[in-house]
């Protein structure tokens, strides 16, 4: 069955101080990997995908195969980071016609002043 | 661009109505749509995905006679949902993809529906 881990509900830190937030996944093939954000009262939206290997925001996310790993980490964390973010890999149904993502619990971040 | 608009944002309704729920791209023509649903402090699980003009491909343990979709033109999907009880009540949200322009396989969200039967 395909899984996504995000072993951390909460996370809390300083702002300037570096940010990881962990994602494992469990999926057959090769999916493709994304993070996706939510800020206080928007909507989710999309930070960053593997394939595209940017850094969006200060953040960037690693994949890897071995480690079955996607996490995401910014090197200083700032106040406007506060959201909750979720992991999301991302593969072909079985019909082969469609990408369906499946999203991890999420993780709260809140950056501290 | 890659707008997706839900309406209405809010509903409340008696046991055993149904509840129709719309998502529209302003700016762009989705081949395909999500619905989703999200439990207080949950994540978002899938519902269904659905493409213009073809019937929903429902996951596994949702009712397809109870969340009934439809994807009749590529700006616009609705989920209805019929006879709502109680345990309907939620945050369904509804997501997009498609379009030239826009990179494959990205959903845009929209800001989602909250759901309360009485």
């Known amino acids: 069955a395909q899984r996504v881990t995000q072993p951390e509900k909460l996370l809390s830190v300083f702002k300037g101080a570096p940010v990881e937030l962990k994602c494992n996944y469990s999926y057959s093939g090769s999916p493709e990997l994304f993070w996706y954000v939510q800020y206080s009262r928007q909507r989710l939206q999309l930070l960053l995908r593997h394939i595209s290997r940017e850094s969006i925001k200060g953040f960037t996310a690693d994949l890897n195969k071995g480690e079955t790993s996607f996490h995401l980490k910014k090197p200083f964390a700032q106040e406007e980071d506060s959201a909750m973010y979720y992991c999301a890999p991302a593969a072909v149904n079985s019909g082969g016609s469609n990408y369906k993502l499946t999203f991890g619990k999420g993780t709260l971040l809140t950056v501290n002043p | 661009g890659a707008v997706v608009s839900q309406h209405p944002s809010w509903v409340i309704c008696k046991s055993g109505t149904s509840v129709k729920i719309e998502c529209r791209s302003l700016?762009?023509?989705?081949?395909?749509m999500f619905w989703y649903r999200q439990f207080p402090k949950q994540s978002l699980m899938l519902m269904a995905t659905s493409n213009e003009g073809s019937k929903a491909t429902y996951e596994q343990g949702v009712e397809k006679d109870k969340f009934l979709i439809n994807h009749a033109s590529l700006t616009l999907s609705t989920l209805t949902v019929t006879s709502a009880h109680p345990e309907d009540s939620s945050f369904y949200i509804c997501s997009a993809h498609g379009g030239a322009l826009l990179a494959k396989n990205i959903q845009y969200f929209g800001a989602g529906t909250r759901l309360s039967v009485l």
């Open positions: 700016d762009f023509q989705a081949t395909t």
